[in-house]
Structure formats: C-alpha cells, structure tokens
C-alpha cells in the first residue's frame, strides 16, 4: 500500500516505545507479513490536551466476525463501509463511556501511558493474541529504517483516534466513518478488548457525509 489511505493494520504486537516529545505518542510494533508501527497520540495539541479514553473488556460488535477474517498485514478500508468504524453512528462507543486520560501523572495506573501499556502488554505475553489497528497508513519508506524501532522499510498506521467533529486548523482532516482505534483479539479466552481514544475539543455531533461539526442545539 503505498499511499495514505485510512485502513486497519492486523498482526501481532511485540514491543512498546514512548514517543515523550510535545506531541507525544505511544509506538507499537507490530509484525504483519513484515514490520509496521502503530503511532497512539497520547496527548492534544490544542486544550484540553488530555485525551478521552475507553478500554472496553469484553468488546462485542458484529464487525468482530468480518475482522476475524481479514489476512495479516494492511487492508485498505477508504472505499468500504464495513468494517470502518465511526463513534458517532457506529454503534462502538458512546462519549459517556470515556474518560479523561491524563499522559502522564504521578502514581500507578491512572495515566493514559500507564493504562494502555497494560492492555498491550498482556497482548504482547499471549502466544494468540491479535492487534487491529484502524487509522491512516503512511509509508513505505524504502530508505528510511524507523525511527523507534529500526526496521527498514519504515511504514505504519497513525490518527489512531476518533477523526471526525474537529473545528479551526483541523478542521480539513474531518472524516466520516474513518475513525481510529485499537482492537485486542485473545482468541484462546474467546474475547476482544477495545481501546477507544477522542480529543475533548472535538464534536460528537456530526455531519454523516463529511464529519463536519453541527451547529449547536438550542
């Protein structure tokens, strides 16, 4: 694949990185019929920084079955309706169910680095265990190794978060039924674990056809 195009990204996850710049992301690497990495944002660019996060354990949704049976490696989901997700009017999450996630705060488990490294660890550890990443592809990069994790041809998924209800200077990125996520398959426990993450600024009600914010209610 070598454009960027919004697709999910199957394979087993090895190894974690922490991004800890000003914008900072959680890398994953991830082995698909080849090296990938998966780039988490973990923090906002425009306030509220922290992000809004949901780990739903068990995760059920009838996209599950159509997932199942995808190959390894990057599908292109630019052009199909299923399984592309979008948390307005898909059915996978509700605002309700996330909560603020801070990067990085001082104790055990209550930062969103902390969070999300656990949920990816236990990934890691399970012989079965499968990683669905949904976002935008980038790469490859032929002469470029990565920049975390050193394999060549550098390449990806990134926008791993809901990509729709942005106003101002990310306005143009708006997509509907292109939003991004973390999927968790233990097939031996017979169970899926979703990993949800929004920006606070953005809008949960949205145009269908571009993504674009509604006007307010009143």
């Not at 669905?132 to 926008?159: C, I, L, M, T």
């Amino acid at each position: 694949m070598g454009r960027n195009v919004y697709c999910v990204l199957k394979g087993r996850p090895h190894e974690l990185a922490l991004d800890d710049d000003k914008t900072p992301h959680i890398e994953i690497k991830v082995s698909a019929r080849g090296w990938y990495r998966v780039a988490v944002n973990a923090q906002s660019t425009q306030p509220p920084h922290e992000l809004l996060f949901a780990a739903i354990d068990p995760f059920d949704h009838p996209i599950l079955r159509i997932l199942n049976g995808l190959p390894k490696g990057l599908t292109d989901l630019s052009k199909r309706r299923m399984p592309a997700l979008d948390y307005t009017r898909g059915g996978f999450i509700r605002r309700g169910q996330m909560k603020v996630a801070p990067f990085r705060l001082r104790g055990p488990k209550n930062d969103l680095r902390e969070l999300l490294g656990l949920e990816l660890a236990e990934a890691i550890k399970t012989d079965d265990a499968m990683l669905y990443a949904f976002g935008e592809s980038w790469g490859p990069e032929p002469n470029r190794p990565d920049q975390y994790f050193g394999f060549k041809p550098g390449r990806g998924v990134h926008d791993v978060h809901m990509n729709q209800g942005s106003r101002g200077r990310f306005r143009g990125a708006n997509r509907a039924r292109q939003d991004g996520a973390l999927l968790l398959h233990f097939p031996s426990q017979k169970r899926w674990v979703g990993l949800f993450f929004a920006f606070q600024s953005q809008s949960w009600r949205n145009d269908p056809k571009k993504g674009h914010p509604l006007p307010s209610r009143h």
